[in-house]
T-cell receptor
Framework: EAGVAQSPRYKIIEKRQSVAFWCNPI?????LYWYQQILGQGPKLLIQ????????DSQLPKDRFSAERLKGVDSTLKIQPAKLEDSAVYLC?????????????FGDGTRLSIL | GESVGLHLPTLSVQEGDNSIINCAYS??????FIWYKQESGKGPQFIID?????DKRQGQRVTVLLNKTVKHLSLQIAATQPGDSAVYFC???????????FGKGITLSVRP
């Protein structure tokens, strides 16, 4: 089974610029997650989708971050404008559905560096 | 606030020895726990999970133990190999939305 696909793998931009990341979850997985992982820390959830609806975006900085999953499959995460503190790895994960006991499977992430 | 944490930041073991990685959690409502392994430049890889109605679960070379009384989780790796070198995270799931809370991670280093 193909895993979670993410692109690009690396991105370097200057502060105040915008950037977008793309994620294709495992086929058949209804739930999709975006995480931010700062160096040396565990992943922190930004937003969770169930199909094309948002389940939880309580930790998404909505003044600069946005995400969509229009057709309930692929998803994009955007940052506009970027700040220095946004330098991190952005991980996408998916699971079969929302519910207890559903392991999340991660992609390899996009490493974002802000200059 | 409540959080998931790990007792030690690094663990160094001899190849062939058994490894034990410990994790403390503070949310008594957590009902599902996962161990992930993360290698450099890669995303977290699922290792093993356990539900709160169990106290032990075994996989291939790995065992997870859950002690709800003291809110402690451990990952045991038998016959540790160089390929086991990575950062290990425990994560807890609280609530119906499958939201995972991760700890900071512990680095396992295997000496040849």
């Amino acid at each position: 089974e193909a895993g979670v696909a993410q692109s690009p793998r690396y991105k370097i931009i200057e502060k105040r610029q915008s950037v977008a990341f793309w994620c294709n979850p495992i086929s058949g997985h209804a739930t999709l997650y975006w995480y931010q992982q700062i160096l040396g820390q565990g992943p922190k959830l930004l937003i969770q989708f169930q199909n094309n609806g948002v389940v939880d975006d309580s930790q998404l900085p909505k003044d600069r971050f946005s995400a969509e999953r229009l057709k309930g499959v692929d998803s994009t995460l955007k940052i506009q404008p970027a700040k220095l503190e946004d330098s991190a790895v952005y991980l996408c994960a998916s699971s079969l559905q929302v519910g207890q006991g559903q392991p999340q499977h991660f992609g390899d992430g996009t490493r974002l560096s802000i200059l | 606030g409540e959080s998931v944490g790990l007792h030690l930041p690094t663990l160094s073991v001899q190849e062939g020895d058994n490894s034990i990685i410990n994790c403390a959690y503070s949310n008594s409502a957590s009902d599902y726990f996962i161990w992930y392994k993360q290698e450099s430049g890669k995303g977290p890889q699922f290792i093993i999970d356990i539900r709160s109605n169990m106290d032990k679960r075994q996989g291939q070379r790995v065992t997870v133990l859950l002690n709800k009384t003291v809110k402690h989780l451990s990952l045991q790796i038998a016959a540790t190999q160089p390929g086991d070198s990575a950062v290990y995270f425990c994560a807890e799931n609280t609530g119906a939305n499958s939201k995972l809370t991760f700890g900071k991670g512990i680095t396992l280093s295997v000496r040849p």
